[in-house]
């Protein structure tokens, strides 16, 4: 969920911490050779087995989105460490990310020095009978789009619509089954409204059509190119305006995105990116 570009303080867990190597490949004209890279989550909040299982998740995770969105096939690794702080409870959840939309499982706090990303960090509920928190995937996705997007953050509408393919397909579809509700009543945005959203609707109901709509529209753009265009070109319309960054990465105007991507939406098994992940 929310991409807070806030946070007070530091705040103590009392907890395990834990981190892991991952093994990567050097690039090299001999042999592949493994080499250790040092972690770039720290899990909190739960016993050193269940840390383990979310931080080999975790970098899994970074790995594909970072390949997938960014292009980049081996990412070094973040010398400030994303966080992953597990909650028991939703006061614990509430207590530790303040204000959340409802229903929230996952919250991600970012903080920028420097024209980089100085502070990551993610709260997810943990209270689920998966070992792996369902949100982490999710909110990962907001922390790596981080480091392409350090002067301005993603529109909502693109931020969400992304990270919504990572979470499992039950959650996607029922996202996507919100979206038809309210489209079928004439409740959705219109084109222009959701990709001009600065913040996240106050009301729960048009909460779950933003997250619908939105990953509808962004599965619609990525079935046209591939995920790591669609970043650019998010990108490019922060520098230009929309439809001219439309034009050059998509060679379409406005009215013909509005006008289509509700029609034609991809289904979710063809642009997931979950499945690149095991618990
Ligand atoms: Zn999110």
Known sequence: MSDARFRASARLVACVAISISV???????????????????????????????????????????????????????????????????????????GAAPDEARGATSLEFAAGRVALRRIDVMGDGPDTVPDAVAHELVHVVLADRFTAAAPPRWADEGIA???????????????????????????????????EYPADARRQRVFYGQSAALVRWLIARRDAATFVRF????????????????????????????WKEVPPIHSLSFNNADTQ
Request: include cysteine.
């Open 23 to 97: 093994p990567r490949t050097a690039p090299c004209s001999g042999p592949p050779v493994a080499v250790e890279q040092p972690p770039s989550v720290v899990v909190v909040g739960v016993d050193a087995e269940r840390a383990a299982a979310i931080a080999g998740h975790a970098e899994r995770v970074r790995r594909t989105a970072f390949e997938q969105l960014l292009g980049d096939a081996s990412p070094a690794a973040w010398t400030e460490r994303c966080e992953i702080h597990v909650h028991a409870t939703p006061a614990a959840f509430a207590a530790a990310v």
């Open 164 to 198: 919504l393919l990572f979470d499992d397909a039950e959650k996607q579809a029922a996202h996507e089954a919100d979206f038809r509700a309210a489209r079928a009543r004439g409740l959705d945005y219109s084109g222009a409204d959701l990709v001009a959203l600065e």
């Open 234 to 261: 998010v990108r490019d319309s922060q520098s230009r305006d929309l439809a001219a960054a439309l034009e050059r990465h998509y060679d379409l105007d406005t009215r013909t995105l509005f006008d289509s991507a």
